[in-house]
């Protein structure tokens, strides 16, 4: 089964319009082509579904997929249609007619690659089936499911461990992002890989900055918006620890006008699709969500991860973070903590029933504590954790290598170290003409991006867009999975003339060209001749204008709180802002009596870094709200310094 470079490299352009493969990825290929036992440790992002999608297509036998969620399955499935790929998915949506359809199509030899749950593999008479099927290799995605060593152990999972037992002659290949060398072993282990070919990927992802901040449960939100205006017109991730933080969160940006979505387990199922389906498509930028959003979310261009609560342990963050920048550019991880989460770390910590299971939680919770903590280089640490030694001390693309990012400037930072110098990168230059292809992915092996020329036009951009959103709706598929962000942008770089410069674009293989080609270089045409995108109408700060509205008519805060169905510490965070735009004038009976001077006078003593201290230099009856409105009228009167972005 052999292949030289050439059959490689040839599937590679043909099908998915690469023109070079990503560190380790020809490796791994060439394995599974050799029927070798392989185990994969790549980041999220590095390209692993390739790795066993190639050889599956070279091979002309199907390979097996066994992946945990339906979601991810389904949206590779249509990926590979997009590139002319046979591919199809077993699952319990199906109705028995259509899966049944499925499986005789298989046991003809008609896919090159089947995707499957734990649960339906090892279900009934799956087995005795599958002898049927001219499977080429089992692939094992998200393996590190398998161990209870792992963050993530998934019951179903063990199940796995029966297929050497049942194809003894067929290779397994494991693919995990996630991985301690102990959880390594285990995969190994519990899949009885014989000898495997392992490849392990640098963990340190260059494209990503990562941002670690402790703040205060008062100026988490404000932290939030600041930084989230610098990714305007992007698409972000915000996690927020609990269901009803994640409300609260998103009530909050609406006040701050700045839309954003709700995703989490206690959703209903039809609601929950949809806002993903919103956000999946760029019609809301950012989604706020529970852990239970993103496995199996593999949208390329996400500008920023934002965490709100310290994750259980190293693994999670690294994973959750990751799904930042999956497509090679320049992308930001926010980690802003509190206190307080050590408390709702060691109640789940507690509540954890089994012994051992209970200490290696313990053990985890103890880890992220000091990365949160440390002053050291996140990537480093992040890389020692998994077991890598990189050479070097310092990334310069953390926010302990001198990359804190303005909207934190005037923060205190932790450990009170004294103020970092400037910045070197500017914080996420995500826009399209910017931050082209500027390093390569992993370390010095990667082989360099090729480099676009053109500046590329930001109306162009939108004007391809919006031709792409359209062929979404009409294929009824998210933007991505038509072409890539990274694809639209070299397209307005290069702006393809014909077919055969069209297929120079990364991203754009054969059946791409065939299906799209035509139009998308008529559309190319057209914007040369004129033609631009509608215009989008412009979302008006609507929870604002409502409570101005509402204070115009003389309501009290719990009134309008009452009216507008939200948070009365909301209401008064959205009257700050207006007070501090100086929209409004801050008005005295809002305000305890007698608090505004003692207030004043603390922010004066004490700046207005931290809200608690000047809490604590005035009498009790003087509430957070009362400073809040305070310190807002004294920004917009120019007293103290205002706030950024
Ligand atoms: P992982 O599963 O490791 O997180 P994916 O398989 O989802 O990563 O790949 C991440 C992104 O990288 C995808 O958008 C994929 O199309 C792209 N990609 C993978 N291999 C290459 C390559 N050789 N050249 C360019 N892009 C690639
Ligand atoms: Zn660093």
Redesign the pocket.
């Known amino acids: 089964m052999t292949e030289n470079i050439s059959n490689l490299a040839d599937a ?1 352009r043909r099908y ?1 319009g ?5 560190p380790k ?1 020809e490796n791994v290929i060439r394995s599974l082509l050799a029927a070798h036992d392989t185990c994969v440790v ?10 066993y ?1 190639l050889p599956a297509v070279i091979s002309g036998r199907t390979a097996v997929v066994v992946s945990p969620l339906i979601a991810l399955m389904q949206d590779q499935a249509a ?1 590979l249609a997009q590139m002319g790929i046979p591919a199809a998915v077993i699952n319990s949506t199906q109705s028995p007619a259509e899966r049944r359809q499925v499986m005789e199509k298989a046991a003809r030899g008609e896919y090159r690659l089947l995707y499957l749950s734990p649960e339906r593999l090892a279900a009934g008479n799956t087995f005795e089936w599958l002898a049927k099927v001219p499977v080429g290799f089992f692939a094992v ?1 998200e393996a590190h499911c398998i161990s209870e060593w792992g963050h993530e152990f998934r019951p179903d999972y063990r199940l796995l461990s029966r297929l050497r037992g049942s194809f003894a002659t067929l290779p397994i290949a494991a ?1 995990t ?1 996630s991985a301690t060398r102990q959880v390594r072993h285990d995969i190994i282990k519990q899949l009885q890989m014989r000898t495997p070919d392992c490849y392990i990927a640098s963990f340190h992802r260059q494209n990503l900055c990562y941002v670690v901040h402790e703040c205060e449960a008062r100026t988490q939100m404000e932290l939030l918006v600041r930084a989230l205006r610098q990714y305007a017109g992007e698409s972000v991730i915000v996690y927020s620890p609990t269901i009803r933080r994640v409300q609260e969160t998103v009530e909050y940006l609406e006040e701050s006008g700045i839309a954003a979505i709700p995703y989490h387990a206690k959703m209903e199922t039809p609601m929950r699709r949809q806002n993903q389906e919103r956000w999946m498509s760029d019609e809301v930028r950012v989604l706020v969500g529970t852990i239970a959003f993103g496995l199996g979310i ?1 949208k ?1 261009a996400v500008r920023a991860v934002i965490h709100l609560s310290l994750p259980p342990s190293i693994e999670q963050y690294y994973q959750e973070a ?1 799904r930042a920048g ?3 550019r320049p992308a930001d991880c926010v980690l802003l903590w509190q206190k307080q989460d050590h408390v709702l770390l060691g109640y789940f910590v507690g509540k954890i029933s089994d012994e051992t299971e209970r200490e290696r939680a313990s053990e985890r919770k103890r880890v992220i504590s000091r990365f949160a903590d440390s002053s050291g280089c996140r990537h480093r640490q992040i890389c020692l954790h998994f077991g890598e030694t990189p050479k070097w001390e310092s990334c310069g693309n953390c926010d302990n290598c001198n990359a804190r990012p303005e909207w934190l400037k005037g923060e205190r930072k932790r450990a009170e170290l004294p103020p970092v110098a400037a910045r070197k990168r500017t914080f996420s230059r995500a826009s399209f003409a910017s931050a082209s292809l500027e390093g390569p992915l992993f370390g010095e092996e990667a082989p360099r991006g090729r480099e676009a020329t053109a500046e590329a036009d930001p109306a162009l951009a939108e004007y391809l867009r919006e031709w792409r959103r359209n062929m979404a709706r009409e294929n009824k598929v998210p933007a ?1 999975i038509i072409l ?1 962000d ?1 694809t639209l942008e070299e397209l307005c770089q290069r702006r393809p003339a014909n077919f055969a410069e069209l297929k120079q674009v ?2 754009i293989g054969e059946k791409k060209a065939d299906v799209y080609g035509a139009e998308i270089l008529q559309a190319l045409r057209n914007f040369g001749g004129g033609a631009r995108a509608a215009p989008v109408v412009a979302r008006e700060a609507a929870p604002a204008e409502q409570t101005l509205r509402l204070l115009n008519e003389g309501r009290s805060f719990e009134e309008i709180a009452r009216i507008r169905a939200r948070q009365l510490s909301t209401v008064v965070c959205t009257v700050a802002s207006l007070v501090e735009s100086g929209q409004i004038k801050l008005d005295a009976k809002w305000i305890s009596p007698d608090a505004q001077p003692l207030i004043e006078a603390a922010c004066l003593k004490q700046g207005v870094e931290r809200l608690k201290d000047i809490k604590d230099a005035v009498p009790p009856y003087v509430s957070f709200e009362d400073i809040r409105l305070v310190v807002a009228h004294m920004r917009a009167e120019n007293r103290i310094a205002a706030k950024m972005a």
């Open positions: 590679l998915w690469y023109h070079e493969f990503r990825q790549m980041p999220t992002g590095g390209g692993k579904s390739l790795c999608q990926q995605d693919f992002a593999n390329p990751g999956r497509d090679g991505y890539h990274s990364a991203g």
